[in-house]
């Protein structure tokens, strides 16, 4: 089974990049996607359906925002849109996919770089989505959270972490909070499992060169629960092409869909 994760910074940006092209030369099972940046109406019959792909969506109501998207070589048992609780799904934020006893999920939490009013929203987030972490945790199924999680997790984890350590992304509580995720609810960071090198980055701004010189933040991650995440076998960061932002996050996983 492999699972691809890539916030597309707009679902039409990334196709006019070649996304859908690219897409159709992989062999992923399922690819989850961010910041669609769309409504459903905006989305051509090639951007929902891509060949032999089954797509689902969960949009903000607000247009040209956020949004996230599953595509599937096999159709979900069931799919669910949001979290239930409005004011956090009204922004198309979380997405869930069941086949069989395993729940793929595709998550966009908040950036809070724009503004206090913002940030405040993301440590909103942040506390409403703690303890739905913990009931998938206990829930007895498999699951996989891909997405951006605009949190950095350690030094490690982005090229100038001493100049950040105030900034969004980077702030002493979101840390901390993710180590929760990890270290009390139970959930694995898929690709540090498998690598441990530095300079591995999902991100890169567009102000300088930020680009051409890998000056990053690692901010997409697959989280899993533990057994699920044992099955993981190899994982890689695609960056021959550029589709947006962001990068595309594989995982390949010894499992069956």
């Known amino acids: 089974m492999q699972i691809i994760t ?3 910074n707009g679902i ?20 989850c996607v961010q910041e669609l940046k769309a409504q459903l109406p905006d989305l051509s019959a090639e951007m929902q359906m891509p060949d032999n792909y089954h797509g689902y969506f969960h949009c903000a109501g607000q247009r040209g ?14 799919v669910i849109e949001g979290i239930g609780i409005a004011d956090i799904d009204a922004e198309g ?17 908040p950036s809070g770089s724009s503004g206090e009013h913002r940030q405040a929203a993301k440590f909103y987030f942040m506390e409403k989505f703690f303890p739905v972490l913990q009931n998938l945790k206990i829930s007895n199924r498999e699951i996989i959270l891909c997405g951006d999680w605009n949190i950095a997790h350690k ?49 890169w701004s567009n102000r300088g060169q930020a680009w051409a010189k890998n000056v990053g933040w690692r901010i997409d991650y ?12 190899r994982v890689s960061i695609y960056k021959d092409e ?16």
């Open 6 to 8: 890539l916030n597309l």
């Open 12 to 31: 039409r940006a990334a196709v006019k990049k070649g996304f859908l092209q690219w897409l159709a030369l992989q062999s992923a099972d399922i690819v």
């Open 65 to 78: 925002y956020s949004g996230v998207g599953i595509y599937s070589r096999k159709k979900p048992d069931q």
């Open 93 to 109: 934020r979380f997405l869930q996919a069941d086949f069989g006893n395993l729940s793929i999920i595709s998550i966009y939490l």
């Open 155 to 203: 030094e490690i984890d982005l090229r100038n972490w001493r100049s950040n350590q105030k900034n969004s992304g980077f702030l002493p509580e979101e840390r901390e909070w993710l180590s929760n995720v990890f270290e009390n609810s139970g959930f694995v960071d898929v690709f540090r499992r498998l690598n441990a090198e530095p300079d591995q980055y999902t991100w």
């Open 222 to 233: 697959q989280i899993a629960t533990p057994a699920i995440a044992q099955l993981a076998q």
């Open 242 to 257: 550029r589709f947006s932002d962001h990068a595309p996050l594989i995982i390949d996983y010894d499992h069956e869909l």
